[in-house]
């Protein structure tokens, strides 16, 4: 099924309040691991990750997205690292 982009941002929105009420009321202890597992799962799968923002940028260079987009867009081992941090 392909959805435009309107109907997707809406989804979007609908699970992001949805996640907000559920943390809401989530322990701390809960929600640090929740994190952990997050970072555990980035770190586990950098290879991935990086292939996949290799083709983004790809794509990225191809549209012509500006170049601070694209900075923005790119990841390489120093970003991911910041971001499991």
Known sequence: MTE????????????AKT???ILANTSAKTKIAGLLAAANHIEADVDNILAANKIDMEQGKKTR?????LDRLK??????NAIVS
Not at 75 to 80: S, T, V
């Open 19 to 21: 996640a907000a009420r």
């Open 65 to 69: 997205l500006s170049p601070s987009f």
């Open 75 to 80: 990841l390489d081992a120093p970003r991911i």
């Open 4 to 15: 435009n982009i309107t109907d997707l941002m809406n989804t979007m929105g609908q699970r």
